[in-house]
């Protein structure tokens, strides 16, 4: 049996959880996430809580079982408490700001790098070298973070680029003299 799978799922007071066939809505204070799971798997509210259960003990299913859970468990805490993602912008000349609902960073490179922000995703930038990504869906967040850090990733050498507040980046020694023959 799955170890995350079997746990039941705890309903907050004011989120709704909805199960239309392998559909799932879930309500909350924040907003309103609709998700299509796997048509195999057997989900159901009892109570206050979300069970999900798996008809066999075939391979798929197994599998199946804890990623299903997780995804509503990561839909109910989605839309009571939100989902966020801090980047921090470290460099000489490194900044960024928000210019009509667009990202607009300077990177080092002769342009400019703006992001037009998705639906779903909210962009805040409070300081030069700060940016804030927040949201209700999970994947959604850590898929906007990733794309903006993949715009300038730090390096090793001087720490320089995009990376996650708390991220350690290993550093690397630069070229040594070296011997002359």
């Known amino acids: 049996m799955s170890r995350i799978g079997r746990m039941p799922i705890a309903i907050p007071a004011g989120v ?6 392998n559909v799932v809505t879930v309500k ?49 805490v989605g839309v009571n408490e939100g989902y966020k993602k801090e980047l921090d912008v470290i460099g000489v000349g490194y ?21 037009e922000a998705v639906e779903g995703i909210k962009i805040e930038a409070p300081t030069p070298n700060k940016i804030i990504i927040s949201g209700l869906d999970k994947q959604l967040v850590g898929q906007f973070a990733a794309d903006v850090r993949k715009k300038r990733p730090p390096e090793p050498y ?8 708390g991220e350690v980046v290993r550093r690397k020694e630069g070229k040594t003299g070296g011997k002359k023959k």
């Open 16 to 21: 709704t959880v909805e199960i239309n066939g």
């Open 95 to 115: 900044r960024v700001a928000m210019e009509n609902g667009k990202l607009v960073m300077n990177l080092g490179f002769s342009h400019q790098v703006i992001v």
């Open 158 to 165: 001087k720490g320089k680029g995009i990376r996650y507040t």
């Open 28 to 76: 909350g204070s924040k907003g309103e996430l609709t998700k299509a799971m796997h048509p195999d798997m057997h989900i159901e509210v009892n109570g206050n809580e979300v069970i999900v259960t798996r008809p066999s003990e075939n391979k798929l299913h197994k599998s199946l079982h804890g990623l299903t859970r997780t995804l509503v468990n990561n839909m109910i």
